[in-house]
């Protein structure tokens, strides 16, 4: 199977990797998605901050503009707060963004890491429906 993403970008948590198993965990999740992507022929990139609060080498590193301006799509690893975070940094840049939960609950992370490798096959293959964004304005009177 060949992806229709040629550039992927890998985004993790942007604390420091935290010492014994929750930190070798989330190190390792992403070095198994990468590697899951690698496969399907996608050139993978990974965000700065995460290669280095990670320590992963190995792969091409780019910062949120190059990632913006270079990759095709990013895959957010971690929870809603950090789709969130890395969602209004590359919005202006129009890169589709999917979220893969390594917490407990996740709405807008509603992948699981233990099903990350059957949910996005189909995806990377174009098996999937854009959720484009919304923008809204709320106006509060006092």
Not at 81 to 90: H, N, Y
Not at 93 to 101: A, D, R, S, T
């Amino acid at each position: 199977m060949k992806s229709n993403f040629a550039q992927v970008a890998l985004f993790g948590k942007y604390q420091t990797l935290a010492p014994g198993a929750a930190g070798t965990t989330s190190r390792n999740a992403l070095l198994d998605i990468a590697q899951f992507l690698h496969t399907l022929g996608c050139e993978v990139v990974i965000e700065a901050e995460t290669a280095g609060n990670m320590s992963i080498t190995g792969y091409a590193v780019m910062d949120v503009p190059g990632i913006g301006n270079h990759c095709d799509l990013g895959l957010v690893v971690g929870g809603d707060g950090t789709m969130l975070g890395i969602g209004r940094q590359l919005a202006p840049y129009n890169v589709p963004l999917i979220g893969i939960n390594q917490g407990r609950l996740g709405f807008i992370t509603d992948i699981r890491f233990n099903s990350f490798a059957a949910a996005l096959a189909p995806m990377l293959r174009g098996e999937y429906e854009e959720d484009p964004p919304r923008y809204c304005m709320a106006i509060a009177s006092w």
